[in-house]
């Protein structure tokens, strides 16, 4: 799963890919907002940690489930 979350006040966004499905993303941008939590955590496939805090916090974008294609492209 491609995530990317854009922060305000700034031009670069964080992009990693998660093992996480759509759904569980979903759930737990929606509680930290609903909450009113400080920040929010994700894990990408390698094990790293995102925190990100909720005031800063611009938007989300979550890819397409999609395998990965092997081979060469004609």
Do not use: C, H, W
């Amino acid at each position: 799963m491609d995530i990317r979350i854009g922060i305000t006040n700034s031009s670069r966004e964080i992009s990693f890919e998660s093992a996480q499905t759509a759904d569980e993303i979903r759930s737990v941008v929606a509680e930290a907002l609903d909450s009113d939590a400080k920040y929010f955590t994700l894990a990408d496939e390698k094990g790293s940690i995102y925190i990100v805090p909720v005031a800063a916090f611009g938007y989300i974008e979550v890819g397409a489930e999609t395998p990965r294609r092997v081979g060469f492209v004609a």
